[in-house]
């Protein structure tokens, strides 16, 4: 029985956490060959050969959508890109009118 073993964490030059693709993969419930998809299409932005915790966020997202809504990959993330530029449109108006 082989054992699965994870990398450490490692911190960027900008102090973010990196992940490797086999832990995104074991956290989102995918496999490295569907994030290697991913950064092929442009939905996820890598560090190198690793990923930040918001790109594993914006993985759960994207299939989370794939399967409640039956969503391709790139309306799923059309849909999450949408959502956040309506967030800060909203955050922008709020201090506009503080």
């Known amino acids: 029985?082989?054992?699965?073993?994870l990398s450490t964490t490692v911190i960027s030059?900008?102090?973010d956490?990196?992940?490797?693709f086999e832990y995104a993969a074991l956290v989102t419930q995918t496999s490295t060959?569907?994030?290697e998809r991913f950064v092929e299409l442009g939905l996820i932005e890598p560090k190198g050969?690793?990923?930040?915790s918001r790109e594993i966020?914006?993985?759960?997202?994207?299939?989370r959508?794939?399967?409640?809504?039956?969503?391709?990959l790139v309306g799923a993330a059309m849909v999450i890109d949408l959502a956040q530029e309506i967030a800060?449109?909203?955050?922008q108006i709020k201090a506009l009118r503080s």
């Open 65 to 72: 959508l794939r399967q409640d809504l039956g969503l391709n």
């Open 33 to 35: 060959i569907i994030i």
């Open 88 to 91: 800060q449109l909203r955050a």
């Open 1 to 5: 029985m082989s054992e699965f073993r």
């Open 57 to 63: 966020a914006r993985i759960a997202q994207i299939q």
């Open 13 to 15: 030059q900008e102090g």
């Open 49 to 52: 050969s690793m990923l930040r």
């Open 17 to 20: 956490r990196l992940y490797t």
